[in-house]
């Protein structure tokens, strides 16, 4: 064998051994993991949340209706009171006087007529005998009946009279919280209206909740429920209150008032519910969410919100589909029930979604997916062992 060919055979040889010792291309990494949630139809309650004030169940204005000195406030203002309690006392004086005076007119009535009783009776049998002229007859008759009338007449004084120095003491006509006064002790007092308003009585059980919804919310629930997608309560929709700090209010209502009229400035229908207060918790004036619930959705495919993602202007959600490959699905959602939505269209309701890991998951590249609920049941706390005896 020349050099030369000694050479060649050498280079050959070397490149060969090169060629064993180049690292192999590194292997494609493995289809990410992603929890998925197997969805079925089911059906789900609705709420309807808006914006409430709270209002006095009733509001009354306690009025002087009598003139007259105001002698006493017996009641604490701000105060609860009962129905029939003594707020104030206006002088009763002049009008027990006036009492008096119309009980005495009335005495006087009654022996006026007792007299023309009297009269009447000894005159019938003389008339019937011929004994008295029939002028004579007619003058007894006639100062009977006036004696009659008169009688009625003072009674009625002296009834006026009665209920007037009654009126002295002022009540509360229902129970209730009672305001300040608006007149303090000694001020001359009447039912005019500047001088007349005392103070005011808030019933504030129950309560009122006065809110409102948007035509369009109304028109939707109204469309669903002529489609047969939502069943409303065969009486009225109950409510609860979710309070300024987060709370939820421990007593329940019902709607009792919707408005046949769309108010054109807001566009918007107000509704009131009745609130039970035993303890006056709840303020007029206070603002509170309500919610409005006892709607259930027929048939409805819901989806958690950590799954539903934003594409440019759309709503979606990611797909599993049977080859494991990520597909998007644009979705119509309408409305949120806790921390889930209720999709309106885009969804079949049988599809496999991600619901975590969402970021990892690509459309068209495959997935290691990982069942929601076999997630669960992993990060379940172990039972303790039962200790051995």
Request: glycine share 6%; hydrophobic share 40%; with cysteine.
């Amino acid at each position: 064998m020349t050099a030369r060919h000694c050479f060649v055979a050498g280079v050959i040889a070397t490149s060969l051994l090169a060629a064993c010792n180049k690292p192999a291309a590194p292997a494609a990494p493995p289809p990410p993991k992603v929890v998925v949630l197997q969805l079925k139809k089911q059906d789900t309650p609705l709420e309807l949340e808006a914006v409430g004030e709270t209002a006095g169940y009733r509001a009354i204005e306690v009025r002087a209706r009598v003139e007259g000195i105001l002698l006493r406030r017996t009641y604490t203002e701000g105060k609860p009171v009962k129905a029939g309690q003594l707020l104030f006392q206006i002088d009763p004086k002049p009008y027990k006087a006036a009492l008096d005076q119309a009980l005495g007119a009335q005495a006087q009535s009654q022996a006026a007529l007792n007299k023309a009783r009297a009269d009447r009776d000894r005159i019938i049998p003389l008339y019937q005998e011929n004994a008295v002229s029939r002028k004579d007859y007619d003058d007894a008759m006639s100062a009977y009946d006036s004696a009659v009338a008169n009688l009625a007449t003072a009674q009625a004084h002296s009834e006026e009279a009665r209920i007037n120095l009654g009126y002295t003491d002022v009540v509360a006509p229902i129970g209730g919280m009672a305001s300040k006064i608006n007149f303090s002790e000694g001020t001359l007092v009447s039912p005019s209206a500047n001088a007349g308003l005392l103070t005011t009585i808030n019933q504030l059980d129950p309560l009122y909740v006065n809110f409102s919804v948007s035509e369009s919310d109304k028109l939707n629930l109204e469309n669903l429920r002529a489609s047969g997608k939502v069943v409303l309560p065969e009486k009225r929709l109950p409510v609860t209150l979710r309070l300024s700090d987060g709370t939820l209010y421990k007593h329940s209502g019902l709607i009792d008032f919707a408005d046949s009229k769309v108010d054109p400035t807001t566009g918007t229908i107000q509704l009131r519910a009745v609130i039970p207060n035993p303890n006056n918790a709840l303020l007029p004036g206070q603002f509170v969410r309500v919610i409005a619930g006892g709607i259930v959705r027929k048939n409805a495919v819901v989806v958690p919100q950590r799954a539903v993602v934003q594409i440019q202007a759309d709503k979606a959600v990611l797909v599993v589909n049977d080859k494991n490959v990520i597909e998007t699905r644009v979705v119509q959602l309408g409305d949120a029930h806790g921390t889930d939505f209720v999709v309106d269209s885009g969804l079949q309701g049988n599809e496999r979604i991600v619901v975590e890991g969402v970021l990892k998951a690509r459309p068209g590249a495959p997935v290691d997916p990982v069942s929601a609920s076999a997630v669960a049941a992993d990060s379940a706390p172990a039972l303790p062992a039962h200790t051995q005896q």
